[in-house]
């Protein structure tokens, strides 16, 4: 019997790729316990798309991004819990 085939679906942008990446880090059990999370782009991620997802997530109502230094971010969303 023959294997079914397999397709993969175009690869994903680097937008895509940070969001899912974000969206895990941000999901894990110990940053919701802090609702706090730092981290920065990866090489492999586009800059401009980085700053895109950024925006987008700083622009959500109790959500702060923080810049630190060497490009790192801090994600922290306490305020919306609180609210």
């Known amino acids: 019997m023959p294997r079914p085939e397999f397709?993969?679906?175009?690869?994903?942008?680097?937008?895509?790729?940070a969001g899912r990446r974000l969206h895990a880090l941000i999901s894990a059990p110990g940053v919701q316990k802090h609702q706090a999370v730092t981290v920065c782009r990866l090489d492999h991620e586009s800059p401009e798309d980085w700053e895109?997802?950024?925006?987008?997530?700083?622009?959500?109502?109790?959500?702060?991004?923080?810049?630190?230094?060497?490009?790192?971010?801090?994600?922290?969303?306490?305020?919306?819990?609180?609210?």
Do not use: F, M, Q
Not at 7 to 17: F, L, N, R
């Open 7 to 17: 397709t993969t679906s175009k690869p994903h942008s680097s937008y895509e790729a």
């Open 52 to 83: 895109r997802l950024l925006e987008e997530i700083g622009e959500t109502a109790g959500i702060r991004v923080e810049n630190l230094e060497g490009g790192t971010v801090r994600i922290d969303w306490r305020e919306y819990c609180d609210s």
